[in-house]
């Protein structure tokens, strides 16, 4: 069945630093891509999303490219925020019914 | 954005008795819900799907007797935890997907803020 790995957490940085959250993938056919983000107390929202091989997906700074020959979706972004800290969930849908298959989630907390 | 809302946002019952959790999407129709289990530090993990007017789908390991779904119109899906033991405690996500036309995969969940439930 599909599943999604994403790196470990938690991963604590400084204001300014640069991010990379790894994120790959099994599925059986052609699934599109998401990443989500849990900001503390609210409910998971869309950070972006790549629904075919090469598309970039990018939103508030963070940029995710679909890596089909590595079957990876790994979150970058060049300079994080203290506004940033939160859980981030990577996932795959390729089913009709939009069904989501998630990622452990990958704690981030950025200090000043 | 499109907003859902989930009701209770926590609630704590005895062992034994039924727990009912309301997910709504305020301003789309949502022909599909979903629900979700999140446990500390982990995942979420997929419960079931349900469409408006027809009966939920569980995923497997899911008692369909024991997490009752019903989504009988187009805002409003519940999910009722019924007889409730301590082990049922966790963290209850929901989220609703207005149908477009197109790859049905790409259709964009929005998510409820949860429902802590503890059991003791």
């Known amino acids: 069945g599909d599943s999604v790995t994403q790196m470990e957490g938690p991963v604590t940085l400084s204001e300014e630093a640069f991010l990379t959250i790894n994120c790959t993938y099994t599925a059986t056919g052609y699934p599109s891509l998401f990443w989500y983000v849990q900001y503390p107390g609210e409910g998971l929202q869309l950070l972006l999303k790549a629904t075919k091989a090469d598309d970039k997906g990018s939103n508030k700074g963070f940029e995710a490219t679909y890596r089909k020959e590595t079957t990876s979706f790994h979150l970058e972004k060049g300079s994080v925020q203290v506004s940033d800290s939160a859980v981030y969930f990577c996932a795959l849908s390729e089913s009709w019914d939009g069904k989501l298959t998630f990622g452990q989630g990958t704690i981030l907390t950025v200090h000043p | 954005g499109a907003v859902v809302s989930q009701h209770p946002s926590w609630v704590i019952c005895k062992s034994g008795t039924s727990v009912k959790i309301e997910c709504r999407s305020l301003d789309f129709q949502a022909t599909t819900m979903f629900w979700y289990r999140q446990f500390p530090k982990q995942s979420l993990m997929l419960m079931a799907t349900s469409n408006e007017g027809s009966k939920a789908t569980y995923e497997q390991g899911v008692e369909k007797d024991k997490f009752l779904i019903n989504h009988a119109s187009l805002t409003l899906s519940t999910l009722t935890v019924t007889s409730a033991h301590p082990e049922d405690s966790s963290f209850y996500i929901c989220?609703?997907?207005?149908?477009?036309?197109?790859?049905?995969?790409?259709?964009?969940?929005?998510f409820g803020p949860g429902t802590r439930l503890t059991v003791l």
């Open positions: 989220s609703a997907r207005e149908f477009f036309s197109g790859r049905p995969e790409t259709n964009e969940q929005f």
